[in-house]
């Protein structure tokens, strides 16, 4: 018999390991929620149109996209990125006109690239980002960079790098293409297939091939900021002054020019510095964009975001040694002793979980002894044992596993019994005696 396994360049994420994504997850809506961020949710295709746009010139829209039609109609694709599909958003369901402007938006989901799989990048991935709609503000740009620090420096990261960059504003980028085509038109014979389309489409992708990265003519390349209008110095002087003034250590890197197209002025990446991460050591990016509203139909207006890799977190996390979820465990593992009792067992679990207690029973008809061996596998608080001797009684026999306390209790008072146990519990946690305090533990099963 055939051996399915999942395709190359995909992974599943068992269960063994979510406790990691929801750690992740939680810190990441607990911060948007801070910064007065709204999730936003779309569709995993797109028309191919909303990703290939005219003379776009990134490898992600001319190598690495999912593209496909039915009965030869409507080309889609698989969406290899979010920003293009929220703006599209944006303008369709007319954001710009709900009220105060900038719309702030995060995601969180899968993108799918038709790329080599090495570690740290897959043919589907997940992106948790940020879309931030409506405003120009060179301290906008300065507080997406600090969100996006705050969430990987919250969850324990500490070996990382800031990299920022301007690419200008439409006259400065002008005279910068035109200087690097005049410049590489000399080198371009020698230089990589890609390196060729990119001078005709944009040659700014040039300063982001790796193939000729080495070669002298990358090393002597014009710089941007020989061609930046005063207008764009000014911004990007303010957003370099802004994250010095929240103490965010940054280096300008001038060759930063980020994967896509639309780009404009602001740009950046934050880098992990530790060796596990190899060449993909880019945890998130992005930057601003001029342009892309009114590519779909809106009015005139800019936007920022950026996007983070949460497989790549996750191994730069876990090569500084952070642990990440807490220790699954269960508050109860109901044991029934026979099939006379597994009725029961099935009463006890139901009632607990409506009391709001985590609960689990066997159905497989197995030993005390094998049962006992999952409620040591679950790292359960309390083991509830329904025997057939007990249960003409009418009772149960509730074992404590921290005291390995046996307790006697009427079937019907076993919800009762666990509130006492756990409110015994959270006291002693907290060292107080007051229900009312504010303190977590007194919110338990509340």
């Known amino acids: 018999m055939k051996q399915f396994q999942n395709p190359r360049g995909t992974s599943d994420i068992l269960p063994k390991d979510i406790k990691k994504w929801h750690a992740i997850e939680d810190v990441i809506r607990q911060f948007c929620m801070l910064y007065d961020y709204e999730e936003i949710r779309t569709p995993m295709f797109e028309d191919t149109a909303v990703f290939k746009r005219e003379n776009d010139s990134s490898d992600v829209v001319n190598k690495e996209m999912y593209t496909f039609s039915i009965n030869g109609k409507d080309s889609l694709t698989l969406r290899p990125e979010m920003t293009a599909s929220v703006v599209r958003s944006f303008v369709q369901h007319k954001m710009f006109g709900e009220g105060d402007l900038p719309k702030k938006l995060y995601y969180v989901g899968p993108m799918f690239r038709y790329e080599r799989p090495q570690k740290g ?16 503000n060179p301290y906008l740009d300065v507080e997406t960079i600090a969100l996006g620090y705050s969430i ?9 790098k800031v990299l920022v960059n301007t690419l200008g504003d439409n006259e400065s980028r002008e005279a910068y293409r035109k200087a690097l085509k005049e410049h590489f038109e000399k080198d371009i014979d ?27 003519s990358m090393k002597t390349a014009p710089r941007i900021e020989d061609y930046l209008t005063e207008e764009s110095k000014a911004y990007f002087e303010a957003v370099c002054e802004g994250l010095d003034g929240l103490g965010i250590p940054y280096e300008i890197e001038d060759r930063l020019v980020r994967g896509l197209d639309y780009y404009t002025d602001t740009v950046f990446e934050v880098v992990s510095t530790n060796k596990e991460m190899g060449s993909q050591s880019t945890v998130f990016g992005g930057g ?28 730069a996390l876990e090569g500084e040694g952070v642990a990440l979820g807490e220790e699954k465990t269960l508050d109860a593992y109901v044991l029934s002793l ?104 007194h919110s338990h099963h509340e």
């Open 152 to 160: 990987v420096s919250a969850l324990g990261m500490s070996e990382l």
């Open 121 to 136: 990048r897959q043919r589907i991935f997940h992106q948790f980002g940020v879309e931030v709609i409506g405003a120009k």
């Open 190 to 216: 020698n230089m990589c297939a890609d390196c060729k389309r990119r001078l005709q489409q944009n040659p700014l992708r040039l300063l982001d091939c790796k193939i000729d990265a080495e070669r002298e």
């Open 338 to 441: 026979s099939p006379n009792t597994s009725f029961t067992a099935l009463q006890l679990v139901t009632e607990l979980r409506a009391a709001g207690y985590t609960s689990e029973r066997d159905y497989l008809d197995r030993s005390f002894k094998a049962q006992f061996k999952s409620v040591e596998r679950k790292n359960a608080k309390v083991a509830i044992i329904v025997g057939e001797k007990d249960l003409i009684e009418g009772n149960v026999t509730v074992k404590v596993i921290e005291s390995q306390e046996n307790i006697t209790v009427p079937v019907n008072q076993v919800v009762d019994l666990m509130d006492e146990l756990f409110q015994s519990e959270d006291e002693h946690e907290c060292h107080c005696e007051d229900g009312n305090c504010e303190c977590h533990n």
């Open 288 to 315: 601003r964009y001029d342009g892309l509203v009114e590519y779909f139909g809106g009015p005139e207006l800019s936007g920022i975001g950026f996007a983070m890799g949460m497989e790549r977190l996750l191994i």
